[in-house]
């Protein structure tokens, strides 16, 4: 009986999960290591943060739907990797250390025949001096953090109906980070939610973002038939946005966020500061912090890892200047190149490059957004990695399940309000995520699958998007039937 | 801060931004219209969908 071990229960890692344990049935075993108890579907959190949605709706106990599949499920945070094992440990293993209150700081080791790395990121609010829940600002990323960010938001609306004015500051909290689309989400349904409470009048809203221009959403933005033009989704979200009245500040690092401000750097090399009383600021991602050690002990990090702590797969990761990036760069089965065996994917996959044109301000400071990998191409590529693992433990020999970015696309609808009748939201697709200039020399993607619009239609499919996913993660009947 | 514009500066009511016209708005959230848009945008992405689950491009081999 083999066993693959998954680490992290985020949307990549409980799609790989559920399906090889659909696939493997009781002939292989399955087991998922995650620190955290519940399951939670972040593309909501957004929702919580205004007050929209309530905690409850956006997570579950995730050991329950684990039991229901058969799966072993392990509370605990993943420390260090041994993918040849040991001088005492044949296998190769993974170690972990409980996060469960009852056997907290526990040690164990699992030994695995194949292993997914899907832990997603570490928030790095350590990029920025006081930036996140423990400095002075606010963020959606998980459902505490949002539930901080509803009750600082609904603080502000008490003071305006009391007459004050109040700024909000909603954007990126360092040069590089990414899920701009987040942000965008969480500054429309602010917007929506003040002219709610009738008080927009008596709030300034303020984007600020690390893009080079807005719309970049980390992909370089997307270009889209609309009106008789071939318009880049800047004149989309600067449309939106001039119409609800929201300031903008980008191509910003934020330096420090300080109690009432943030002091930040421009690409042009210019020092500024933008004043607020409540700031939602997302942080850069960075790897959890995973170590590997070779069968002697000897530390190996470096070599399965990227500096910024993502695992390396079959990508091309040689450094070329942007002119020579290619579509073909990006992986397509997220196997590590030097161990068959492991796999790293969503956001703990090391992504070969940007997709957005990298710059740097003239002090250096890099400035872009990185790329998203989250989403629909998250669940994704759980879903070919598991697929191929399937097939190898099963001694089926199929042609391995190819996920690249840059053969897929993806479905984002992203909130500008939500209401039943008078909600909206931009719908998109985008074909494919990663730019293929070979294929499409003008643009980098197929125009007649790339589109967007704003409507209430929109609004719709974002929640009836919302619903089917949880009741996909939850394992309830006809979940396979729901796709990625 | 003023409108100036350019890079890193707050762009506070920008002329320059294009903006809907009221037929458009008033379309966003008309009902018999929007319902053929929910149709219509969620074709567009099943057919996406579909697209990447192939894992190559229209007209490309798989290896």
């Not at chain 1, 260090?80 to 044949?90: M, N, Q």
């Not at chain 1, 400095?135 to 539930?147: F, I, K, L």
């Not at chain 1, 990036?325 to 490059?353: M, Q």
């Not at chain 2, 003023?2 to 920008?14: L, N, Q, Y």
């Amino acid at each position: 009986m083999g066993r693959v071990v998954v680490l992290g229960a985020g949307v990549s890692g409980h799609t790989a999960a559920a399906f090889l344990k659909k696939w493997l049935g009781h002939s292989h075993d399955v087991v998922v290591v995650s620190p955290k108890e519940k399951y939670n579907w972040i593309p909501s959190n957004i929702w919580v943060g205004v007050g929209c949605m309530k905690p409850a709706q956006v997570e579950f106990p995730i050991k329950p739907v684990y039991d229901k599949f058969g799966i072993e499920f392990h509370q605990a945070r993943a420390v260090a990797i041994h993918p040849e094992g040991s001088a005492d440990h044949d296998k190769p293993f993974v170690e972990i250390e409980y996060t469960e209150p009852s056997r907290d700081g526990e040690r164990a080791r699992l030994a695995y025949d194949h292993l997914i790395n899907a832990t997603g990121p570490k928030l790095n609010f350590g990029a920025t001096k006081g930036l996140g829940p423990e400095g002075h600002s606010h963020s959606v990323c998980t459902t505490e953090h949002a539930v901080a960010c509803r009750d600082a938001v609904h603080e502000a609306i008490g003071r305006m109906k009391k007459g004050e004015r109040q700024r909000f500051l909603v954007g990126t909290g360092h040069g590089l980070c990414t899920c701009q689309g987040a942000a965008f989400e969480y500054v429309t349904n602010l917007e929506f939610v003040l002219r709610k409470h009738g008080v927009r009048d008596k709030a300034e809203i303020t984007w600020l973002s690390n893009e080079y221009c807005l719309g970049d959403f980390g992909m370089g933005g997307i270009y889209i038939k609309r009106g008789g033009y071939i318009t880049h989704s800047r004149i989309f979200t600067e449309s939106l946005f001039a119409e609800r009245g929201l300031n903008w500040i980008f191509r910003a690092h934020v330096n420090e966020v300080c109690e009432d401000r943030v002091l930040f750097e421009t690409l042009d090399g210019t020092d500024h500061e933008e004043e607020f009383d409540v700031a939602m600021l997302l942080p850069p991602f960075a790897g959890v912090g995973l170590k590997a050690h070779d069968r002697k002990g000897g530390d190996i990090t470096e070599r399965l890892f990227a500096p910024n702590g993502f695992m390396k797969v079959d990508a091309d990761y040689s450094a070329k200047p942007y002119e020579e990036w290619k579509a073909s760069d990006w992986p397509r089965y997220y196997v590590n190149p030097e161990y068959s065996n492991l796999y790293a994917v969503g956001i703990a996959f090391a992504p070969p490059h940007p997709i957005s044109q990298p710059r740097k301000s003239p002090r250096g400071t890099p400035i872009f957004a990185t790329p998203p990998r989250t989403g629909m191409p998250s669940a994704m590529m759980g879903k070919a990695v598991a697929s191929n693992i399937a097939n190898a433990m099963l001694g089926r020999k199929k042609s391995p399940h190819a996920a690249s970015m840059a053969r897929m696309g993806a479905g984002c609808v992203a909130s500008a309000g939500a209401g039943l009748f008078n909600g909206t939201a931009a719908a998109m697709t985008v074909y494919p995520v990663v730019p293929d200039f070979d294929a499409y020399p003008e643009y980098g993607r197929d125009l007649s699958h790339t589109f967007g619009e704003i409507g209430l239609a929109g609004h719709w499919v974002k929640v009836i998007l919302h619903y089917m996913f949880m009741h996909k993660a939850q394992g309830k009947p006809g979940w396979t039937l729901i796709p990625e | 801060m003023a409108e100036i514009g350019t890079e890193g500066v707050k762009v506070v009511s920008p002329k320059f931004a294009p903006r809907p016209t009221g037929w458009v708005v008033f379309l966003r959230t008309f009902l018999p219209w929007q319902l053929f848009r929910f149709v219509w945008i969620n074709l567009k992405m099943i057919h996406m969908i579909r697209l990447s689950h192939g894992g190559v491009l229209p007209g490309e081999r798989k290896h």
